[in-house]
């Protein structure tokens, strides 16, 4: 299943996707990083899974931005 990241103005998910493969423990540890421009409040962290078959699902989660 490939992941796929994509985060508002100013957050950066690293790495911005990655492949689980089959037998993989199912976790996947992320950096999300807050530079400068991003504004302060809410803003949501998109993931999109792609399996090699059948239908790709989205989710999104939160991410507060409360201080610089």
Known sequence: VKLQFKSPTGIT??????T??????GEVQLKISV???API???????KATPE???AAE????????AK
Do not use: N, R, T
Request: charged share 30%.
């Open 35 to 37: 530079g400068d421009s």
């Open 59 to 66: 989710i999104e989660f939160k991410v507060s931005v409360s």
């Open 13 to 18: 998910v690293d790495p911005d996707s990655i």
């Open 41 to 47: 409040g809410d803003g949501k962290v998109m993931v």
């Open 20 to 25: 689980v493969q089959p037998g993989d423990k």
């Open 53 to 55: 078959q059948g239908e």
